[in-house]
């Protein structure tokens, strides 16, 4: 693939995930213009880019997307619900194209007329509602994490700071032995100098280290568009709220607990938000909020999950546990709460009424503990019924800076 057309895709994917995140956030605060001028600025930079690069079918598509997205800058077009959605069906759009562009170097075949069409209505005035978002794993599935860059940053590929990783650690281990048999030398010559390659490499080892951590942000940003599309879908209301987001981990722990983050994201909005008449009939808030939060604590990074959503009911689970076969009906009397809610994380295990595009086949949260404990790390649940659940991940720090970068 061309070098420019590389860089291009690499540089477009970030501005999309951020496009993404800011859309989510306008639709909160349609008022925002420091907000509504960078979202026109980044859907600008991808139509002129791809103007210079010649790929006529995506300059097209963000061309008419970038003249709604100025109606939203000047005030002429209300930032709704069904606007925001047409804007993220288009950038969707943009993704599949640029992603055929990644993988076969040159622009697909295809008509993307129909969107184009109620781009162009909307910009004219015209009152366009978009169809109802259809929950499909696969929709669910293409959503990417944001980057966010620093203002003075490169980009490296990956396989260059593997192989560096590599060269550090060979590197380190031919120190160890060497100070080994230093060691065994008394007043040697080289007792000094090992001494200050000691210190270097041990320098070294840090600094390769520093650059392979990534702030977990990364791994949510893609959460609130997720949320926001499926409270729409599910005809809830949900808010998601995120701290500690600069928290870092180590780039291959990043990329193992995305999954397992999103799956339970997904289960909070899908299982434990209420619709607002349910959450109204309980004297709840109509609108529910599900909070993520990582932080420090010892030597462990701990990521929480929780929502104030109705909960576990304890009767489903013993009923689907003793249905199942993984206790007795006469044992159950002697189980804690606890037992009782850890039975979730049984392969197969479903409390659902019905299967959803979402959850409801007992496909999940077996994984989710799986990939967990694939890097040392732990889950643990607590749940009040109607009240909320939590989860809570301990990863350990140690594995955040030491995993072996060939596994």
């Not at 956030?25 to 930079?45: G, Q, V, W």
């Not at 990644?102 to 697909?108: A, F």
């Not at 030398?185 to 000094?192: P, R, Y």
């Amino acid at each position: 693939m061309d070098e420019l057309i590389g860089e291009f895709i690499s540089e477009t994917n970030e501005n999309l995930e951020a496009l993404d995140v800011y859309l989510v956030n306008l639709e909160k605060n349609p008022n925002d213009r420091d907000l509504l001028s960078k979202i026109f600025r980044l859907m600008h930079t991808i139509k002129g880019t791809c103007g210079f690069l010649s790929l006529p079918r995506l300059e097209k598509l963000a061309h008419h997307a970038e003249n709604v997205l100025g109606c939203f800058r000047d005030g002429d077009l209300d930032v709704t619900p069904s606007t925001v959605t047409l804007i993220f069906e288009s950038i969707d759009s943009v993704r599949y194209i640029l992603g055929a562009i990644e993988k076969n170097g040159v622009e697909p075949d295809g008509d993307d007329s129909a969107i184009i069409l109620r781009l162009d209505a909307m910009y004219e005035g015209f009152d366009v509602h978009s169809t109802a978002i259809e929950l499909t794993p696969e929709r669910v599935s293409t959503r990417s994490a944001a980057m966010t860059i620093a203002p003075q940053s490169l980009r490296v590929n990956v396989e260059v700071l593997e192989g560096l990783m590599t060269m550090v650690t060979e590197l380190a281990s031919t120190r160890d032995e060497l100070m080994q048999v230093a060691q065994r030398q008394k007043d040697s010559d080289f007792a000094a100098p090992l001494q200050r390659l000691n210190h270097i490499v041990s320098g070294l080892q840090d600094g390769v280290m520093k650059t392979r951590m990534q702030p977990i942000g990364k791994a949510w940003a893609k959460l609130p568009r997720i949320v926001r599309d499926m409270s729409l879908g599910l005809g809830k209301k949900v808010e998601l709220e995120m701290k500690g987001q600069d928290t870092e981990l180590d780039r291959q722990v990043l990329e193992m607990i995305k999954a397992p983050l999103t799956h339970m994201v997904r289960n909070s909005a899908d299982h434990g938000i209420e619709k607002p008449a349910e959450r109204a009939a309980v004297g709840k808030q109509l609108t529910g909020r599900i909070v993520l939060d990582a932080y420090h604590e010892g030597d462990h990074i701990v990521i929480e999950i929780s929502d104030d959503g109705k909960g576990l009911s304890m009767q489903k689970i013993i009923d689907k546990a003793v249905a199942s076969g993984l206790v007795i009906a006469a044992e159950v009397k002697d189980l804690t709460t606890q037992q009782i809610q850890q039975f979730i994380f049984n392969a197969g295990f479903s409390t659902a009424e019905k299967v959803t595009a979402v959850s409801g086949r007992g496909v999940g949260m077996d994984v989710v503990r799986t990939n967990i404990e694939k890097i040392g790390g732990s889950i643990e649940l607590t749940s009040v019924e109607g009240k909320g659940a939590t989860f809570v991940v301990k990863i350990p720090m140690r594995l955040a800076g030491c995993l072996d970068v060939n596994s």
